[in-house]
């Protein structure tokens, strides 16, 4: 019995000695396609760069003027104003310069309990935060519910304090704020050494508004190439 058995040897594939590409070597092919899809991509290919040049820059000034982080915890509101039928849906908003940020918003409350963190960058003590709540509508414009303004100086302050960690006791206090129209205040506001790190509690009266308090406490978080308080 004779079988069919075919090899590679037998029927070798054939070459096309005629294709310019199978003539060079890999890398040379990989340089020209490189190459042809810059050329036809180059537009996009600037427009990334340029985009990474604004990025850096941008980063490298804000680096030059920052002085740190800002962490604000907004912890509740206490007897806010009705803006609806027999309560409010509250919200807070922080604002600092071009930064503006905003808590969720809790619904048919007018004691609402936050506990939400803020993070604001700074780059001037003298510069207030300013608090605004609102009021929640579905079909028209959110409502006001009044305004505050935190007066950040007196807490970078303290900062500025060289203090030792491993001597000060928890709980101590480094400064005292006493209520006044700058500074929104309720009642008096002390920055304190509280579990290994500056703090300050505040209870801010809202501006433009029949009734309402909002209690806050701020942190700072130092930030590596950042210029020191």
């Known amino acids: 019995m004779v079988t069919?058995?075919?090899?590679?040897?037998?029927?070798?594939?054939?070459?096309?000695?005629?294709?310019?590409?199978?003539?060079i070597s890999f890398s040379d092919q990989l340089h020209l396609l490189t190459f042809d899809i810059y050329n036809k991509n180059k537009n996009i290919i600037v427009w990334a760069v340029l985009a990474e040049i604004d990025f850096k820059n941008r980063f490298c000034c804000l680096m030059d003027n920052l002085l740190g982080l800002l962490r604000i915890r907004i912890k509740r509101g206490i007897d806010l104003v009705i803006r609806d039928f027999r309560s409010s849906d509250p919200y807070c908003i922080l604002k600092l310069g071009e930064q503006k940020l905003k808590t969720r918003i809790i619904y048919k409350d007018l004691n609402p309990v936050w506990d939400e963190d803020l993070t604001?960058?700074?780059?001037?003590?003298?510069?207030?935060?300013?608090?605004?709540?609102?009021?929640?509508?579905?079909?028209?414009?959110?409502?006001?519910?009044?305004?505050?303004?935190?007066?950040?100086?007196?807490?970078?302050?303290?900062?500025?304090?060289?203090l030792d960690p491993?001597?000060?006791?928890n709980g101590t206090i480094l400064k005292r704020v006493e209520p006044s129209e700058a500074n929104c205040l309720s009642e008096e506001s002390c920055v304190t050494w509280k579990d290994g790190m500056i703090s300050q509690n505040m209870l801010l009266k809202l501006r433009n508004a029949e009734s309402g308090e909002i209690e806050l406490e701020l942190h700072w978080i130092d930030l590596p190439g950042a210029h020191h308080l």
């Open 120 to 162: 604001l960058s700074i780059e001037s003590p003298d510069q207030p935060v300013e608090l605004m709540v609102y009021d929640h509508d579905t079909f028209s414009r959110d409502d006001e519910m009044g305004d505050a303004d935190i007066d950040i100086q007196p807490f970078l302050e303290a900062h500025k304090i060289h």
């Open 4 to 23: 069919n058995t075919h090899t590679c040897d037998q029927h070798p594939i054939p070459k096309k000695h005629n294709s310019y590409v199978q003539d």
């Open 166 to 169: 491993h001597t000060v006791t």
